[in-house]
């Protein structure tokens, strides 16, 4: 009988409204083209706080906070399950073990308010509590670790089978209407990677960004707009920095702004005025700023089932003397002879090297998140990074 174990990106759990993953492509090694392309495709379908105005060419001061209802969402707006990240393990009884995992999801398009996975169970030998998980504010298309832990317990006289764990979303999204063409859906930092020939800009996947660090802001914005702003909010709504995203003349769908990560915790505003007569804004949940950057960075993007992929996990800023916890995250069927490390700091950027063995099947065209944390001793969250990789 086997246990509950790496529940990863290709198992069976199905959210029954859960959406398509969102598939963005970083730094991996391959073209720095395909891969933006690949993120550029995602197709935003959300209003944020957008209704008439009297002018099409209103300034920054007149693309004013305007109130809308918030709405039930989609089944399109539901994350995906990507990863159950087993915590521990232990025997009730003779027959029941019990085993505790932490999920991480990958956000839709949509920005959610508020959401809640319920949990569920088809067998009677195999339990799940708690049923209803807070999943708290997602941004579109990012990659979360919930703050929840899921107890599963089983009868091990019986095979566990993940198909009979079930899970339906219920969820809120801000500032939604109906009735307005223009639309703003995410936010991301890009930078640049690729390997030589191939160089290109592509999304930093975090929630805890290096500070100090240049990036360029990318907004997406949709519906005919004829100016877009943005600007960085400090906790208490001080703006830390402002300007205007440029449109993309190669991409319409996205606007750009250079920008250096401030130190201190900020949140995202972006401000929209359309061709139509129609203003939409939209903010970001907090991002929480580090002197640490982690980075997973594969040799190559794209792989053949069964066959070995180099990487790096590369650990910049953390001081000298400083003890971190390093956990790789591998997708369903990967494997690694070394997955844990305790990291004590030299000042200097680290790198720990691993030989990963893909899946030996699968499904072929699709993605597959590889991700790693970064830890102290403490109880609070984990830096957190990821890189898709690209099964052909």
């Known amino acids: 009988m086997s246990q509950p174990g790496n529940l990863g990106i290709a198992s069976a759990l199905s959210v029954a409204t859960a959406a398509t993953l969102c598939a963005v492509l970083v730094a991996c090694g391959g073209a720095g083209s395909a891969a933006t392309s690949q993120a550029d495709a995602q197709a935003p379908n959300m209003t944020r706080r957008a209704s008439s105005t009297t002018t099409s060419t209103a300034t920054a001061n007149e693309i004013s ?3 809308v209802a918030d ?44 959401g809640t996975l319920a949990l569920s169970s088809a067998a009677a030998e ?66 640049p990677g690729g390997r030589p020939g191939h160089e290109g800009l592509f999304p930093l996947n975090t929630s805890q960004p290096q500070g100090g660090r240049a990036v360029t802001l990318r907004g997406y914005v949709f519906g005919g707009e004829s100016r877009a702003i943005y600007r960085l909010l400090a906790n208490d709504d001080k703006v830390l920095t402002q300007g205007t995203l440029q449109p993309n003349a190669n991409n319409m769908s996205f606007r750009t702004a250079a920008i250096t990560i401030p130190y201190e915790p900020f949140r995202i505003e972006i401000r929209a005025s359309g061709t139509d007569g129609s203003a939409a804004e939209w903010v970001s949940s907090p991002y929480a700023p580090t002197a640490e950057r982690l980075a997973v960075v594969p040799e190559k993007g794209a792989f053949e089932f069964g066959s070995p992929i180099r990487c790096e996990v590369v650990i910049e800023g953390l001081r000298a003397g400083a003890v971190r916890t390093v956990n790789l995250l591998l997708p369903a069927g ?42 102290s001793t403490g109880t609070e969250e984990p830096l957190q990074a990821s890189v898709t990789l690209f099964a052909r």
């Open 71 to 114: 709405v039930a969402a989609a089944p399109g707006d539901a994350p995906q399950i990507v990863r159950w990240e087993q915590m521990s393990s232990s025997r009730v009884d003779r027959f029941t073990f019990e085993y505790r995992y932490r999920l991480h999801v990958r956000s839709a398009a949509s920005h959610l308010k508020s």
């Open 334 to 375: 990967f494997s690694a002879a070394k997955s844990a490390w305790t990291v004590v700091g030299t000042g200097v950027t680290q790198r720990l090297t691993v030989d990963l063995t893909t899946s030996k099947d699968g499904t072929s065209l699709r993605f597959y998140d590889l991700g790693a944390t970064l830890q």
């Open 126 to 191: 195999t339990t799940v509590s708690p049923g209803a998980l807070s999943t708290g504010p997602l941004d579109g298309g990012r990659l979360y670790r919930l703050n929840d832990v899921v107890v599963i317990r089983q009868d091990r006289r019986v095979a566990f089978d993940l198909r009979n764990i079930h899970a339906d979303f219920i969820g809120t999204v801000a500032g939604k209407s109906a009735n307005a063409n223009l639309q703003i859906s995410r936010v991301d930092f890009l930078v």
């Open 65 to 67: 906070n305007i109130p």
